[in-house]
């Protein structure tokens, strides 16, 4: 079971971006998907992640400009829209995800990472 992920790249400071994340294989349920982020010299930290529950928490650095939401499809798949993008949040982008295969084994997954690069 890996995670997908998608949808970084280059942007002006103001643009958008929309980031996708995908679970690869069939797994039972998700407890919790959520998106971090790592900035060069920094630690990693939560930007947005939302619950089966559908409770969301976002970091106090992207509310109001950030939005996470995912589909109830088989590829329980999350997206971060990224809003009014400031140089300060590039960094790669990680998706994340609690979650159980069909065996109940518990899984706490990460996603390859996707750079998001914001110039001024």
């Known amino acids: 079971v890996q995670l997908q992920a998608s949808g970084g790249g280059l942007v002006q400071s103001g643009g958008s971006l929309r980031l996708s994340c995908a679970v690869s294989?069939?797994?039972?349920?998700?407890?919790?998907m959520g998106w971090y982020r790592q900035a060069p010299g920094k630690q990693r930290e939560l930007v947005a992640r939302?619950?089966?529950?559908?409770?969301?928490?976002y970091s106090d650095s992207v509310k109001g400009r950030f939005t996470i939401s995912r589909d109830n499809d088989a590829k329980h798949t999350v997206y971060l829209h990224m809003n009014s993008l400031q140089p300060e949040d590039t960094a790669v982008y990680y998706c994340?995800?609690?979650?159980?295969?069909?065996?109940?084994?518990?899984?706490?997954?990460w996603g390859q990472g996707t750079l998001v690069t914001v110039s001024s």
């Open positions: 994340n995800a609690d979650c159980r295969d069909y065996a109940l084994t518990r899984y706490d997954l």
């Open positions: 294989s069939s797994i039972y349920s998700i407890n919790v």
């Open positions: 939302i619950t089966v529950s559908d409770r969301i928490t």
